[in-house]
T-cell receptor, first 114, second 109 residues
């Protein structure tokens, strides 16, 4: 399978715990995006990378959220001290740098904070 | 104001109907535009790109009006399988990909 891969697919955690999600993009894609999606809403931008450089982080994100892409390949998204409001689907997408090409999504990680 | 705004849904239409979705974007420097489709509890997938000259793919037609910062999607002869959420997507000049909130379409027999 050469598509975008996200792990885990589902995560249930207690409030206050830290969680980390992983995204493996399509191998030749140098752009990688993270989004959060709740029911009935479109994907909300969190952050994106070009190779290993983090180009932008949403102002909506608190300091509890951090993302890395250390070698320009896979990326991790960490949420510290989770809150119930963090419950959502976390989607990763990758694309080539050319903005006329489509972004491909992984199947997402569904986070439930109890 | 959101960077990308879409018609609120849901749209409930009978099979065979023609339905149009509208989308506006706020950043005049936005460079590329797409429509994505998202089925329930699935990831978004590209439906079609949107070009200034307009483009058609079977029953689907996309239009872009840069002067009005407006994008549209027309679906003709709706099928039950067209039921999904349609997402308007814009690349801004920095390469950030911005999604609208989505418009849900339900096609009924």
């Amino acid at each position: 399978d050469t598509g975008v891969s996200q792990n885990p697919r589902h995560k249930i955690t207690k409030r206050g715990q830290n969680v980390t999600f992983r995204c493996d993009p399509i191998s030749e894609h140098n752009r990688l995006y993270w989004y959060r999606q709740t029911l009935g809403q479109g994907p909300e931008f969190l952050t994106y990378f070009q190779n290993e450089a983090q180009l932008e982080k949403s102002r909506l994100l608190s300091d509890r959220f951090s993302a890395e892409r250390p070698k320009g390949s896979f990326s991790t998204l960490e949420i510290q001290r989770t809150e119930q409001g963090d419950s959502a689907m976390y989607l990763c997408a990758s694309s080539l740098q050319n903005m006329n090409t489509e972004a491909f999504f992984g199947q997402g990680t569904r986070l439930t904070v109890v | 104001r959101k960077e990308v705004e879409q018609d609120p849904g849901p749209f409930n239409v009978p099979e065979g109907a023609t339905v149009a979705f509208n989308c506006t974007y706020s950043n005049s420097a936005s460079q590329s535009f797409f429509w994505y489709r998202q089925d329930c509890r699935k990831e978004p997938k590209l439906l079609m790109s949107v070009y200034s000259s307009g483009n058609e793919d079977g029953r689907f037609t996309a239009q872009l009006n840069r002067a009005s910062q407006y994008i549209s999607l027309l679906i003709r002869d709706s099928k039950l399988s067209d039921s999904a959420t349609y997402l308007c997507v814009v690349y801004n000049q920095g390469g950030k990909l911005i999604f609208g909130q989505g418009t849900e379409l339900s096609v009924k027999p």
